[in-house]
């Protein structure tokens, strides 16, 4: 009886005692999710925002203008060699065609303005056409042209119409000729092209990522081709073949105290030695990748450890058992199992090098460069500097192109990431 | 120290050229020689070892083990967990090596040779020294680079038709041949335990090792395996010199010709094995073989 007794009483406060259970292990899921969540949020947040502002600089604004490839202006003496054509007036043929569209603009104020309308690209434009085809020079055609960014702008509504004429980039009889040419089906907006095949320029309607994005390529491949081999050597040398002693412990710490060294640390570090000591040129994809790979060795030389630590011992032992020497051990068994984990360690580094910036301004790759390298040993910027710079540039057509050149380089940072993974899974093996 | 110097004051004065450090290592020695009981040499020795220590950093795990491996026999070593009976298995062809703070002393000789000579390659002493695991570890690789893997180090093959010999010979050797020619090709992984550790030993004999050190093979497999196994190490024997760690007695008693009984990491008792079974003379050997501790 008593021990019936003592057992509904301890039955009762067991279930007293778990609904509290329940109610502990559902708030701490509330709280993971809810973490989640708002992690979700922002993420998204960040996504929506870079897109919205960024989309539209997938298009520009065009013109239509009927140029009368006049000889007069481009080969005044009937000559048609590459050199005069190339050194002709182009500018005089749109402004020509300017104003035969809008013969009632007469006083140089007003036309000033008014060829303000098409981009200083489009001479180059016209230049390109007569070059490729002489043919044109003494015919009439209708030509679709850069507009300059604030048409662009305002096309694309970015412009507070609003706002007093003389806060405005766009004045009245701007807005005049524009409405006047939108009329006469004289405006388009056409896939912007130029954004990937031009480099950096003052004008944003000229400018392009393609320098930037070659330039972290050739940044990258430097990076690569020495943190990669130094990386994995390393650790397949402190994992395989270093004693445990007092001295691997220290190298181990240091490591990883290197990892969680700021990157500019490491800039500084780049042109004080590169720079400085070695003379390397400043502004050079081959002085930043040297840089990047000190950055991304201890990244590359932990997750390599990882990985070789990852493989089990009873392979080593196999391999020893057979007569292996302790190297082809390493090469022919131990390497190949450890490689998946090896390269997706280096794809992170090198995610994590792609999207740096720090170092990279001390090293002088901040500069403003508008040709695109050829190589590791031209000047160039990188994608997240070009970020930085065009962030910093008053123009309001900067502001869709920062957020379309994040865009970019999000694109590569997310593939790359992807293919990491895909590795892993891949190559994934379970013992 | 002391104790054991007043003890054999006599063997001190006879020492009295040998450093101090020496005469204490002697003295041990002497002291723990009387603890082995039984035959420990044999007419026909393949492998001889005398007076082996292994140390771990400080801590010593093998004291002064004298044994001779019979040449075309199975040795068992049995013993509790932790006795020292695998760790002086290792010492046959150094696979302690790999571990850094381990320290063998002592003489292992093998055709009249040290085998922790400076002068001996470890690589030929483990081509002529083959070894199983417990757990079985084929490669993650084909069946065929499994038990090829060896012959290709060491250059044993001239021709690709020579190689196909050699591990279709192996195969065959290691009773496995039947169940996989027709699929060489395919993971040595995707194969069962028992199978994988026959594998294993197919792996070992593609080099023609003359000793295959066993280090409880079977103790991951199921009884049927394990019986498969232990026939193969009856045939191998003909060829090959066999020492084998296991954990069963059963075992040792039906594949073993001569067991070791090794205690705390020395070597208590060693003789023929009917006579370990059935008539062990020191107290710790019949303890243990009668189920008292272990």
């Keep these: ?431 | 120290m002391e104790e054991i110097v007043n003890q054999n004051g006599a063997v001190t004065e006879q020492l009295d050229a040998a450093t101090d450090a020496e005469i204490d290592m002697r003295l041990v020695r002497e002291n723990h020689r009387s603890e082995t009981v039984g035959e420990m040499t044999v007419d026909d020795p393949r492998m001889i070892c005398r007076n082996v220590d292994v140390y771990y950093g400080d801590k010593q795990a093998i004291f002064n083990v004298s044994l001779d491996i019979g040449k075309n026999q199975v040795i068992a070593m049995i013993g509790p967990s932790g006795c020292g009976k695998s760790t002086f298995l290792r010492c046959l062809n150094r696979m302690n090596d790999t571990i850094d703070i381990c320290r063998v002393t002592g003489v292992i000789k093998m055709d009249n040779q040290d085998i922790y000579d400076s002068r001996l390659d470890v690589v030929s002493l483990r081509a002529s020294v083959g070894m199983v695991f417990q757990k079985p570890n084929p490669f993650p690789k084909s069946i065929f680079d499994n038990v090829a893997y060896g012959p290709r180090i060491h250059g044993l093959s001239d021709s690709d038709t020579h190689l196909n010999e050699i591990i279709e010979r192996s195969l065959h050797k290691a009773g496995l041949w039947d169940e996989v020619k027709d699929r060489l090709d395919q993971p040595g992984t995707g194969l069962s335990g028992g199978q994988q550790q026959r594998l294993c030993i197919a792996r070992a004999i593609a080099v023609s090792p003359e000793v295959i050190l066993m280090d409880e093979p079977c103790s991951a497999l199921d009884p049927i395996a394990t019986a498969k196994i232990e026939e193969l190490i009856d045939e191998l024997r003909e060829n090959y010199t066999i020492a084998i760690v296991t954990h069963s007695m059963q075992q040792a008693a039906r594949v073993s010709q001569r067991t070791a009984y090794f205690h705390l990491g020395k070597l208590i008792e060693v003789g023929e094995t009917d006579q370990i079974f059935t008539a062990p003379r020191h107290k710790l050997t019949e303890d243990y073989i009668t189920g008292r501790f272990g």
Aim: charged letters at 20%.
């Design chain 1, 1 to 431: 009886m008593n021990n019936l007794q003592q057992h509904n009483d301890t039955m009762a406060r067991v279930q007293q005692g778990l609904n509290q259970r329940y109610r502990n292990e559902k708030r701490f899921r509330r709280v993971g999710l809810s973490a989640i969540m708002s992690g979700l949020i922002f993420v998204s947040f960040l996504f929506i925002t870079i897109f919205a502002n960024g989309y539209t600089a997938f298009q520009q604004t065009y013109l239509k203008l009927d140029v009368v490839f006049d000889p007069a202006l481009i080969a005044p003496l009937g000559m048609t060699d590459p050199d005069i054509l190339s050194a002709a007036n182009y500018g005089g043929l749109v402004k020509a065609a300017m104003r035969e569209m809008f013969p009632s603009v007469t006083s140089r104020r007003e036309k000033k303005t008014l060829y303000k309308l098409v981009s200083t690209g489009a001479v180059y434009q016209l230049r390109e056409m007569v070059m490729l085809d002489p043919a044109l020079i003494g015919t009439k055609k209708s030509v679709w042209l850069v507009a300059d960014d604030d048409v662009d702008m305002l096309i694309k509504e970015h412009i507070d119409l609003n706002a007093v004429e003389s806060d405005r980039r766009i004045k009245n009889n701007q807005l005049e000729w524009i409405r006047l040419l939108q009329k006469n089906g004289r405006v388009e907006k056409r896939f912007n092209s130029t954004f990937f095949t031009a480099g950096d320029s003052r004008e944003p309607e000229l400018s392009g990522i393609k320098g930037a994005v070659y330039g972290s390529f050739f940044t990258l491949l430097i990076c690569l081709a020495i943190a990669f081999p130094v990386g994995v050597a390393a650790a397949v040398y402190l994992e395989e073949f270093a004693s445990k002693n007092r001295w691997t412990d220290l190298i181990e710490v240091n490591i990883n105290n290197l990892a969680a060294v700021p990157s500019i640390v490491f800039g500084l570090l780049g042109l004080a030695v590169f720079i400085n000591f070695f003379g390397l040129p400043r502004s050079v994809p081959l002085v930043g990748g040297l840089v990047l790979a000190l950055m991304t060795l201890p990244t590359i030389i932990i997750a390599s450890r990882a990985a070789l630590k990852s493989v089990p011992p009873s392979i080593r032992e196999a391999a020893l058992g057979v007569g292996a020497s302790p190297m082809q051990t390493v090469t022919h068994h131990v390497l190949p199992l450890a490689m998946p984990g090896m390269l997706t360690g280096t794809i992170i580094g090198m995610a994590q090098a792609l999207g740096e910036t720090a170092p990279l301004l001390m090293i002088g790759m901040v500069a403003f460069i508008v040709d695109i390298p050829g190589g590791p040993f031209d000047p160039s910027a990188v994608l997240p500097v070009q970020v930085y710079l065009w962030a910093d540039s008053p123009e309001r057509a900067f502001v869709e192109r920062t957020s379309a050149a994040i865009m970019v380089l999000l694109a590569f940072l997310i593939s790359m990431n992807l293919l990491a993974v895909w590795l892993r899974k891949k190559f994934e093996r379970r013992w």
